[in-house]
């Protein structure tokens, strides 16, 4: 592992110094793997020749950051996950928030790639509110016409939801919001059908959804900045960080659960992917929601 390691500083200091990726905590076996995809591409013979390659063929560097961040997603990915989003926590945070006259609901998806995880969230959270006016207006009209009282129709509620990763080309496509059939094969039909339209043998998301989510670059490893400038202040409800931690080492991961944490409104919920639990040093700060999902609350 020390071999790898040092074989591939010198590219890595390389992408350093170009473009501000700082990949130095991934780790090393995992990014041995998907280098030598590169060099199989460029022919290159081994790492020093690579890097030569690198710094002669500018357009290679925007390869090899894509094959170095790439990530595999779809909508609902983990379809246990979504459905406890969809039936336990939103409509749990939704009342109250009501209770406490509070209409802001705050989102953060961190690694977000192509868009479908903020997406996913973003259809939910439509459905919901969907539901939940429907409701509102019936016990209304009831009421009104028993009681023959007027009231006030309750403030909708702002949603806020921010996506970031790394990768801006990826970022791009994300805000196209055009996908395969293989992105979509999760989604329920009846949402199918009601926020998408069919592109060719791709799948446009509907307006309506895409202007809930707000896409912006963001590392992660960023000391300057605790949570995506775009938020302002963080204070957010949600926050999902899944399969992302996995890259990184513990030193690593210590920066990034730190930033986690404080970006998390008081009882917020934090969401990772299945092989993922907070580090020892915030294990404490955070509950499991359920026992047999990772989705944890902030004490």
Request: hydrophobic fraction near 35%; glycine fraction near 6%; charged fraction near 25%.
């Amino acid at each position: 592992m020390q071999e790898t390691g040092k074989a591939l500083k010198p590219i890595l200091d390389y992408l350093l110094e170009k473009r501000g990726f700082d990949f130095s905590g991934y780790h090393h076996p995992m990014l041995g793997r998907r280098i030598t995809k590169r060099l199989f591409a460029t022919s290159s013979e081994n790492f020093g020749e690579y890097l030569s390659y690198l710094q002669e063929n500018s357009d290679e560097l925007d390869h090899l950051i894509d094959v170095i961040t790439i990530n595999v997603s779809r909508f609902f990915r983990d379809t246990l996950t979504f459905e406890l989003i969809a039936d336990r926590i939103l409509p749990a945070m939704i009342l109250e928030k009501t209770r406490l006259h509070d209409n802001s609901l705050r989102i953060w998806s961190a690694g977000c790639a192509r868009g479908e995880e903020p997406y996913s969230l973003a259809i939910l959270v439509q459905e919901l509110l969907r539901k939940e006016e429907k409701t509102g207006e019936a016990s209304r009209n009831n009421e009104g016409v028993f009681a023959g009282n007027k009231y006030e129709k309750s403030p909708p509620f702002s949603v806020h939801i921010f996506a970031t990763d790394i990768d801006g080309k990826t970022l791009k496509d994300a805000e196209k919001a055009v996908y395969p059939l293989a992105s979509v094969e999760n989604i329920k039909h009846r949402l199918l059908t009601k926020y998408f339209t069919p592109d060719g043998t791709s799948f446009r998301l509907l307006p309506e959804i895409k202007k809930l989510v707000h896409f912006s670059p963001y590392d992660m490893l960023d000391k300057k900045c605790g949570v995506p400038p775009e938020s302002v202040f963080g204070a957010f409800d949600l926050v999902l960080c899944r399969n992302l931690l996995i890259y990184f080492n513990i030193e690593y991961q210590e920066t990034i659960f730190a930033k986690l944490y404080h970006s998390l409104s008081q009882n917020g919920y934090l969401i990772l992917g299945e092989a993922e639990a907070p580090i020892m040093t915030y294990r404490h700060h955070f509950s499991r929601a359920f026992e047999f999902s990772p989705i944890y609350r902030k004490r």
